[in-house]
C-alpha cells in the first residue's frame, strides 16, 4: 500500500495519484448514490467522493455509515474536478479523491460541537472538550506558530552562545512578589517548597557560575487573581548576561523578536525606539505606550494656576496636575460620549474629566462660566486646540490624571480610528523607579523586584530620597501590550544589603529569604543582568489571538479551573496522611 498521503497538501498536479489518506471524518454530504466526506488531518482537508458509479458498493455503504470525527483510512485516485466544482476557498479545492475503500480506524459519538473554525461553542465546551477544540485548524495554526516562534527563539539564543539551562521547578519562595504556590514535602514534614514564581535567582546564581549567558524557556507559577491575559502558570523566555550593558541585552532582544514575529509574517522595525518612563508617563500617560498613534498628552498645570477654578486649584495646591488631551477633530463628540469618556476616567481614579470643544468659532465647556475669557484661551493655547478640536482635562494626583487620559486616549483612538491593526509599534521602556511607596503603610516596595540595579548617578539617595531613585530597569513593549521586563542586577553584596534595609527587609529576613543569593555575592559576582519575556503574550500577538488562552494548549479558566481534567481536585485522605496534612473541613 502506498504510504499515508497528507490530506492537505494534494493539489492540481497530483491528478491520476493512487492515496491512502488517514484522518478524521468533517462534513458528510450524503446524496444516495453520491456521498462527499471531507477527511481531515493536520496537514488540511481534502473531499473524498463515494460514487456508484466509479466506486465499489462496500465503499459508499461504508461511506454512508461514516459519521463527523470518525477516524478512517481511504483508499483512492485524485481526480480533477470539473470546472464548476473547484472550491477556490480550499487548498485543495481544485482535486477530490475518488474513493475505493473505506475502513473505520476509530469510531466517534457525536461531538458536541462540530469541529470547525467557526464554531458557536462557548468557552467552557471548548475547554471541557479541549481535544475536539484542539482539531479546529484554527487552533491547530496556533500552535504550529508557537512551536515556530519557540524554535526561533532558541535557534537565535544558541547561536549566540546562550545555553538553555532548566531550573528546579519545585523551589523556595522566589521574589517577584507574588503568592506563591506551595507543595507540602511528605519527606520533611511541615515543610514547603514553592513553585518559581520566575528562575529569577537560579539565572543569577548561574551568572555567578560563570556560565555568562543563559537562556530557558521556563514555566512560571504566580497565584494570582486570574484576568483574561493571566494564567496560574505561563510561559517566559527568560535569559540572563554577565557583563552585558543594557544595550547589549536591548540588541539581544530584538534580534528573537525580529525572528518570532516574522514567523507570523509581522514586520518588527529595529532599532525599537526609546523612551524613559518619565517620557513615556508624561507623553501617554502608561509605561507601555500604544505607539500605533500619536495622541500625546499634554501639561496644562502652568495655564491652569491661578484661574480660581476650584478643582484646578485643589489638584494643585495638593501637589497634583492639570494636564490634557487634545483630541483633534473631536468636537463632534456627543454630550453621551462625552459622559461616558467621565464614566472611564473616573473608573481610572480621576474625580472627574473636564471638556472644552472649538467648533464654529466658539468654545463650549461646562466650565465656561467659571473660567475667565483670558485662562480659557491660556488652556486651548496650551493644549494646541484647534477649530474643531476637543481638549479633555484631568486635574488630579499625577497618577490618577495619567491613568484616566492614558485610558482616554485609548478610547479616543478606537473612536477616530487612529488604530492601524497592521501595525506593530514596539518600543523600549527605560529608568523606571526603583521602588514605589504604599500610599496608606509608607512602606517602599521593588517597582520589580529587589535585586534590580539602581543607576550609579541616583545611588547616593537611596536612603535620603529612594522615591527619586532610577532603576536598570526596562521593559520592551508593543502596541500597548507589555512584553517582558528586566533589568542590570545588584552584583554587590553591600548594595543589596542597602535596598534591603530601605525595603525594610531586615538581616535575618534577607537571610532567611536570599541567603543562598548573599552568599554567593560574597564570592565574586559578575556585573549581570537581562530580562524575562511572556511567550504567551508574544505568541497571542502573533497569531492575533483574542485570548493567551488560544495560544495555550490546556488553559485554566478565569476562576483557575481547567475544565477537561477537572483540576483543582480532591485527593484521597492517604495522601493528605502521608503528607502531615489534615483534611479540609467542609462545612456541613
Ligand atoms: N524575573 C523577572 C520577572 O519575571 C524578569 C527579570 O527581571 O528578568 O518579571
Avoid at 471531507?38 to 473531499?47: F, M, T
Avoid at 517620557?279 to 502608561?286: D, F, H, I, Q, S
Avoid at 500597548?480 to 544589603?497: K, V
Wanted: hydrophobic fraction near 40%; aromatic fraction near 8%.
Amino acid at each position: 500500500m502506498s504510504p499515508r498521503q497528507k490530506a492537505g497538501e494534494l493539489r492540481a498536479a497530483d491528478a491520476g495519484k493512487a492515496v491512502l489518506l488517514k484522518g478524521w471524518v468533517g462534513r458528510r454530504r450524503d446524496l444516495g448514490e453520491l456521498i462527499f466526506l471531507s477527511v481531515r488531518d493536520r496537514s488540511g482537508l481534502v473531499q473524498a467522493v463515494f460514487d456508484g458509479a466509479r466506486c465499489p458498493a462496500e465503499a459508499v455503504a461504508a461511506a454512508s455509515e461514516a459519521r463527523s470525527e470518525d477516524v478512517v483510512e481511504i483508499e483512492g485516485e485524485v481526480v480533477l474536478r470539473g470546472e464548476g466544482q473547484r472550491n477556490k476557498e480550499l487548498p485543495t479545492g481544485e482535486i477530490e479523491v475518488v474513493a475505493k475503500r473505506l475502513s473505520f480506524l476509530a469510531r466517534s459519538e457525536t461531538p458536541p460541537f462540530v469541529v470547525e473554525d467557526r464554531t458557536n461553542a462557548t468557552e467552557e465546551l471548548r475547554l471541557e472538550y479541549r481535544y475536539l477544540d484542539l482539531r479546529r485548524p484554527a487552533m491547530l495554526q496556533n500552535f504550529v506558530l508557537r512551536d515556530e516562534i519557540a524554535f526561533r527563539v532558541r535557534k537565535v539564543l544558541h547561536e549566540r552562545g546562550f545555553l538553555e539551562v532548566e531550573t528546579p521547578m519545585l523551589t523556595r519562595s522566589t521574589p517577584e512578589g507574588a503568592r506563591d504556590f506551595l507543595v507540602p514535602s511528605r519527606v520533611h514534614r511541615g515543610k514547603f517548597y514553592a513553585l518559581p514564581q520566575s528562575p529569577q535567582l537560579f539565572k543569577q546564581i548561574l551568572m555567578m557560575s560563570g556560565f555568562e549567558k543563559y537562556f530557558q524557556i521556563a514555566r512560571c507559577f504566580r497565584d494570582e487573581d486570574l484576568r483574561a491575559d493571566r494564567q496560574f502558570e505561563f510561559t517566559q523566555i527568560d535569559l540572563e548576561m554577565s557583563f552585558p550593558t543594557e544595550e547589549e541585552v536591548f540588541e539581544t532582544v530584538e534580534a528573537f523578536l525580529v525572528e518570532a514575529f516574522a514567523a507570523a509574517g509581522i514586520a518588527a522595525v529595529r532599532p525599537f525606539p526609546r523612551l524613559t518612563f518619565r517620557e513615556a508617563m508624561e507623553k501617554y500617560g502608561t509605561d507601555r505606550p500604544d505607539l500605533r498613534y500619536a495622541l500625546p498628552l499634554c501639561d496644562l498645570s502652568a495655564a491652569a494656576a491661578g484661574s480660581g477654578f476650584a478643582p484646578f486649584e485643589k489638584a494643585l495646591g495638593g501637589g497634583g496636575t492639570v494636564r490634557g488631551l487634545r483630541v483633534p477633530g473631536g468636537a463632534g463628540f456627543s454630550r453621551k460620549r462625552l459622559d461616558e469618556l467621565t464614566e472611564k476616567a473616573r473608573e481610572h481614579g480621576a474625580a472627574g474629566l473636564l471638556w472644552m470643544k472649538r467648533a464654529g468659532g466658539e468654545t463650549s465647556s461646562p466650565a465656561k462660566k467659571a473660567l475667565s475669557e483670558a485662562k480659557l484661551s491660556e488652556l486651548l493655547a496650551a493644549g494646541g486646540v484647534e477649530e474643531g478640536d476637543l481638549l479633555l482635562v484631568v486635574a488630579d494626583r499625577e497618577s490618577a490624571a495619567f491613568a484616566a487620559l492614558a485610558a482616554l486616549r485609548a478610547e479616543a483612538a478606537r473612536e477616530l480610528k487612529l488604530v492601524d491593526q497592521s501595525k506593530y509599534a514596539f518600543c523600549w521602556v527605560t529608568e523606571f523607579p526603583l521602588l514605589g511607596k504604599d500610599e496608606t503603610t509608607g512602606q517602599w516596595f521593588p517597582m520589580n523586584h529587589p535585586f534590580t540595579g539602581p543607576r550609579e548617578e541616583d545611588v547616593d539617595r537611596l536612603e535620603s530620597d529612594p522615591g527619586s531613585v532610577r532603576a536598570r530597569a526596562y521593559d520592551v513593549v508593543v502596541n500597548g501590550w507589555e512584553l517582558g521586563s528586566g533589568s542590570i542586577r545588584i552584583h554587590r553584596g553591600d548594595l543589596q544589603q542597602r535596598v534591603f534595609r530601605v525595603l525594610g527587609i531586615s538581616a535575618e529576613e534577607g537571610h532567611e529569604r536570599f541567603g543562598f543569593l548573599l552568599e554567593a555575592l560574597k564570592y565574586g559576582a559578575p556585573p549581570h543582568g537581562g530580562i524575562a519575556l511572556g511567550l504567551d503574550r508574544i505568541c497571542a500577538i502573533a497569531a492575533g489571538a483574542t485570548s493567551l488562552r488560544d495560544v495555550i494548549a490546556f488553559p485554566k479558566t478565569t476562576s483557575g479551573i481547567d475544565l477537561m481534567t477537572k483540576a483543582p481536585a480532591d485527593v484521597l485522605p492517604g495522601q493528605l496522611g502521608e503528607l502531615g496534612l489534615d483534611p479540609p473541613r467542609r462545612s456541613p
